[in-house]
């Protein structure tokens, strides 16, 4: 049930206040709602905008953050759009349905995380989604074979519904056959973990309409009528507060504001914090736990320490590679041409086909040897050596983590990159707002470097919840970044010169970047500089690991210190995987319903659907362990 009075709301008794009505926020609602003796109260901030065609067909409700200006790049700010709408950002996302690689998973568990190896979360892989196969026509345009979709890993009934698009999208098919050609075509279903290579991803849609398919319309408008799940949104949570209980700090509920009236609400069992990588943290130190050195000049008065909170935050950067389209070929750019954009609404209200039946479907993951067997790298230095140095001068913190980063990228089964194609003008800078994009048709292609080395951070600089906090993802801040993002923007351009995909090109795969039109090994670093954007995929900022290693939730994804509270959200990810995130966001949510739901029924004496009598053991299950 969705309310409007956010003083009914706040009336209410909740077991579990979720913060965050974004895409982990509701997949757990709708999980722990499953069980009607288990209520469940949503806080977000944004609208509700489920029937709004700016959502269904992609659009934006966002919450505007900037970066820092980035010293390894000539201090450009970089967007770090979030979506600021019920669903959150899979309301805003563009749709692409990518997986992580097995050992991206594996290296989570070697980080001390037991329980979280790949096999541990596939199973929640498959549970989110329902797939609809391809007709026969896209299976044979996008060469969808049974090695890009093994049907087995498909077989669940998940409230989020995966196809591939209906459209024949310009330069689709050529993308696939170009690495099909270069030998590198993709060789296992991405969703098993394994594989390399080009091809046409699933998307999150709905086939029968076309339109998205997101944490709102799959996880909420289902539910809307359990009477134990009610949302709030146009509510911003301010801080989470705490109470001693039994020598241990518990959450005991919310402060929010609404519309500018301020209300608090209480929790009966668990404050679940699915703010996202940025507003997670940033929500943590406005309630006190973070660095002392963060909260004390702020006046905020600590009530669990740990530096943690907001570190080793990780994105991908992604570098652009723009070209101008051949003549006769229409892009997303034509939009500005009179009537191409209205065409383009009409084929999708009518066939779910065309530009915007889709954002992003081409994809390829390759391993470093395969792009290194192509354009050699940069560096005279073997790659062996630089992750050996990486290692070995990384802070002691960083240890680990960076010896699991240098295996990932010595492995040849194991994915570096991510490369996409887009029908759009993405020139240098485009994304950040800086310059105007020049009129005419384009392609572009990016390259994102899949495990980065540099670490950054988000931190509050004021009390005030509306101002936003500081992120600095400090990209290229790690020598090993730019080398790799070097490679990697070098095999773009060689792959722009290969057929059929050099057909779809002008000037013969000349860049549209003024001063890169051809790159070289000695700009190439420069040019990642200046293009390089953010492909919004910020994690790491409550990363599950022990504490002394940087950790700030258990492998429960409870915040270490605190009895009640856990984040659910990307920020819990402690490295980056090899893909977009929204999968692993959900299979990340479903297994953590699980482990919750788990814990419920202990702390509450359920056992076999009965409730036990309150027994003394009953109380001690019910009193919220620190440890798990
Ligand atoms: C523009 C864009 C494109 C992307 N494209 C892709 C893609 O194609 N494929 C893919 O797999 N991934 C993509 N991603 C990444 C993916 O969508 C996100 O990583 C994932 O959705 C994050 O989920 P989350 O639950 O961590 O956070 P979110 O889904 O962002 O949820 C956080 C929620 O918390 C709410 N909130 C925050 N602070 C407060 C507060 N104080 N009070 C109340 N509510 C609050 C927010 O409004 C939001 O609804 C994209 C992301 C963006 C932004």
Same mark, same amino acid.
């Given at each position: 049930?969705?309310v409007?009075s956010?003083?009914?709301?706040?009336?209410?008794?909740?077991?579990?206040?979720?913060i965050?009505?974004?895409?982990?926020?509701?997949?757990?609602?709708?999980?722990?709602?499953?069980?009607?003796?288990?209520?469940?109260?949503?806080?977000? +901030?944004?609208q %509700?905008? /489920?029937?709004?065609?700016?959502?269904?067909?992609?659009?934006?409700?966002d919450w505007?953050?900037?970066?820092?200006?980035?010293?390894?790049?000539?201090?450009?700010?970089?967007?770090?759009?979030?979506?600021?709408?019920l669903?959150?950002?899979?309301?805003?996302?563009?749709?692409?349905?990518t997986?992580?690689s097995?050992?991206d998973?594996?290296?989570?568990?070697? /980080?001390?995380?037991?329980?979280?190896?790949?096999e541990?979360?596939?199973?929640?892989?498959?549970?989110f +989604?329902?797939f609809?196969?391809?007709?026969?026509k896209?299976?044979?345009?996008?060469?969808?074979?049974?090695?890009?979709?093994?049907?087995?890993?498909?077989?669940?009934?998940?409230?989020?519904r995966?196809?591939?698009? %209906?459209?024949?999208? $310009?330069?689709?098919?050529?993308?696939?056959?170009?690495?099909?050609?270069?030998?590198?075509k993709?060789t296992a279903?991405?969703?098993?973990?394994?594989?390399?290579?080009?091809?046409?991803?699933?998307?999150t849609?709905?086939?029968?309409?076309?339109?998205?398919?997101?944490a709102?319309?799959?996880?909420?408008?289902? %539910?809307?009528?359990?009477?134990?799940?009610?949302?709030?949104?146009?509510?911003?949570?301010?801080?989470?507060?705490?109470? =001693?209980q039994?020598?241990?700090?518990?959450?005991?509920? $919310?402060?929010?504001?609404s519309?500018?009236?301020?209300?608090?609400?209480?929790?009966e069992h668990?404050?679940?914090?699915?703010?996202?990588s940025i507003?997670?943290?940033?929500l943590?130190?406005?309630?006190?736990?973070?660095?002392?050195?963060?909260l004390e000049p702020?006046g905020?008065?600590v009530?669990?320490?740990?530096?943690n909170?907001?570190e080793? &935050?990780?994105?991908?950067?992604?570098?652009? #590679?723009?070209f101008?389209?051949?003549?006769?070929l229409?892009?997303?750019?034509?939009?500005? @041409?009179?009537?191409v954009?209205?065409?383009?609404?009409?084929? &999708?209200y009518?066939s779910q086909?065309?530009?915007l039946s889709? /954002?992003?479907?081409?994809?390829?993951?390759?391993?470093?040897?395969?792009?290194?067997?192509?354009?050699g =790298?940069?560096?005279?230095t073997p790659?062996?050596?630089l992750? %050996?140095?990486?290692?070995?001068?990384?802070?002691?913190?960083?240890?680990?983590?960076?010896?699991?980063?240098?295996?990932?990228?010595?492995?040849?089964?194991d994915?570096?990159?991510?490369? @996409?194609? @887009?029908?759009?003008?993405v020139q240098?800078? &485009?994304?950040d707002?800086?310059?105007?994009?020049?009129?005419?048709?384009?392609i572009?292609?990016?390259?994102?470097?899949a495990?980065?080395?540099?670490?950054?951070?988000v931190?509050i600089?004021?009390?005030?919840?509306?101002?936003?906090? !500081?992120?600095?993802?400090?990209? /290229?801040?790690h020598?090993?970044?730019?080398?790799?993002?070097s490679?990697?923007?070098?095999? #773009?351009?060689?792959?722009a010169?290969?057929e059929?995909?050099?057909?779809?090109?002008?000037?013969?795969?000349?860049?549209?970047h003024?001063?890169?039109?051809?790159?070289?090994?000695?700009?190439?670093?420069?040019?990642?500089?200046?293009?390089?954007?953010?492909?919004y995929?910020?994690?790491?900022?409550?990363?599950?690991?022990?504490?002394?290693e940087?950790?700030?939730?258990?492998?429960k994804?409870?915040?270490?210190?605190?009895?009640?509270?856990?984040?659910?959200?990307?920020? !819990?990810f402690?490295?980056?995987?090899?893909?977009?995130?929204?999968?692993?966001?959900?299979?990340?949510?479903?297994k953590?319903?699980? !482990?919750?739901?788990?814990?419920?029924k202990?702390?509450?004496?359920?056992?076999?659907?009965?409730?036990?009598?309150a027994?003394?053991?009953?109380?001690r299950?019910?009193?919220?362990?620190?440890?798990s």
């Open positions: 049930m969705l409007d956010p003083a009914e709301f706040a009336a209410k008794k909740y077991d579990f206040i979720i965050g009505g974004g895409t982990a926020g509701l997949t757990l609602a709708a999980r722990l709602t499953e069980d009607p003796r288990s209520t469940v109260g949503v806080i977000e +901030a944004g %509700n905008r /489920l029937a709004d065609p700016n959502v269904l067909v992609p659009g934006h409700y505007v953050f900037k970066t820092t200006a980035q010293k390894y790049m000539n201090g450009r700010v970089i967007s770090q759009p979030r979506g600021k709408v669903g959150g950002s899979s309301a805003i996302n563009g749709m692409m349905c997986y992580s097995k050992e998973i594996d290296s989570w568990g070697k /980080l001390g995380n037991s329980g979280w190896f790949h541990d979360l596939a199973p929640y892989y498959r549970k +989604a329902t609809t196969e391809p007709s026969k896209t299976a044979e345009f996008y060469q969808i074979d049974n090695k890009v979709i093994n049907k087995e890993l498909h077989d669940a009934n998940g409230p989020v995966t196809a591939f698009t %209906n459209s024949k999208r $310009v330069g689709g098919n050529a993308w696939v056959k170009t690495f099909d050609k270069l030998g590198l993709m279903d991405p969703q098993s973990g394994h594989g390399n290579g080009g091809y046409s991803n699933l998307i849609v709905d086939p029968a309409s076309g339109t998205r398919s997101y709102g319309t799959a996880y909420y408008q289902p %539910n809307v009528n359990r009477p134990n799940l009610t949302i709030l949104t146009e509510a911003q949570v301010n801080k989470i507060t705490f109470s =001693h039994d020598g241990e700090i518990v959450a005991s509920g $919310v402060d929010f504001t519309y500018g009236t301020k209300y608090h609400v209480k929790t668990e404050v679940l914090l699915c703010a996202g507003q997670s943290p940033q943590l130190e406005l309630s006190g736990i973070g660095s002392r050195n963060v702020l905020i008065k009530v669990v320490e740990n530096a909170v907001g080793n &935050f990780q994105d991908h950067g992604i570098v652009p #590679l723009c101008q389209a051949a003549d006769g229409t892009t997303f750019d034509s939009f500005g @041409i009179a009537g954009e209205a065409a383009a609404t009409t084929q &999708f009518g086909t065309g530009l889709s /954002l992003i479907d081409s994809n390829a993951n390759l391993s470093y040897q395969q792009v290194d067997q192509r354009i =790298h940069v560096s005279s790659i062996s050596e992750t %050996n140095a990486a290692t070995n001068n990384a802070a002691p913190i960083l240890k680990k983590q960076y010896k699991l980063l240098g295996e990932a990228l010595l492995n040849p089964k994915s570096a990159y991510q490369m @996409i194609y @887009i029908p759009v003008g240098k800078g &485009f994304a707002g800086e310059g105007t994009p020049s009129p005419g048709n384009f572009t292609l990016y390259v994102s470097v495990r980065p080395y540099s670490r950054g951070s931190h600089t004021s009390k005030d919840p509306t101002v936003a906090p !500081i992120i600095d993802p400090n990209y /290229l801040s020598p090993l970044d730019v080398e790799l993002f490679d990697g923007v070098l095999f #773009l351009q060689y792959l010169t290969k059929p995909f050099a057909s779809l090109l002008k000037d013969g795969g000349k860049a549209f003024p001063g890169f039109e051809h790159l070289t090994k000695e700009m190439a670093g420069e040019f990642c500089r200046e293009a390089l954007t953010s492909e995929h910020p994690i790491g900022t409550c990363s599950m690991m022990p504490e002394s940087g950790g700030v939730v258990d492998t994804l409870k915040l270490y210190g605190v009895a009640n509270l856990r984040v659910i959200d990307a920020s !819990i402690p490295l980056e995987i090899r893909n977009n995130l929204q999968t692993s966001v959900y299979a990340v949510a479903e953590a319903a699980d !482990i919750i739901k788990s814990d419920w202990e702390a509450k004496g359920i056992k076999n659907g009965t409730k036990r009598g027994s003394p053991e009953v109380k299950g019910g009193k919220r362990a620190r440890k």
